[in-house]
């Protein structure tokens, strides 16, 4: 299964993008859809998660209050839309999938298979 990310880009401190992930594998079932981020130097970071199947999200605790993560289960794309960006919010942006659950863990069992290839984000100030 080939995740691709896109919709990254320079925007100024204050702005938003939306990034998007899609899968072209028409049989693809997930059990929950990801967003993690690295910048250069820092460890990759844990963004949010939505629940596939069903109802539920999770956020990183830098993020939670700015950023929304949604799906398209039609089109098999996991959004996240990035409101008040600020310049620690600069890195790449990777998608990622998981499989298995449970969903109540405190992050879903992301898969070491199931990546996309990354999207950059710089925010300007």
């Known amino acids: 299964v080939q995740l691709v990310e896109s919709g990254g880009g320079l925007v100024q401190a204050g702005g938003s993008l939306n990034l998007s992930c899609a899968t072209a594998?028409?049989?693809?079932?997930?059990?929950?859809m990801g967003w993690f981020r690295q910048a250069p130097g820092k460890d990759r970071e844990f963004v949010a998660a939505?629940?596939?199947?069903?109802?539920?999200?999770k956020y990183g605790d830098s993020v939670k209050d700015r950023f929304k993560i949604s799906k398209d289960k039609a089109k098999n794309t996991v959004y996240l839309q990035m409101n008040g960006l600020k310049p620690e919010d600069t890195a790449v942006y990777y998608c990622a999938a998981a499989t298995v659950g449970p969903w109540n863990n405190p992050l879903p069992a992301f898969d070491n298979n199931l990546w996309g290839q990354g999207t950059q984000v710089t925010v300007s100030l």
């Open positions: 594998e028409p049989t693809f079932s997930a059990h929950a």
């Open positions: 939505v629940r596939w199947g069903r109802i539920g999200a």
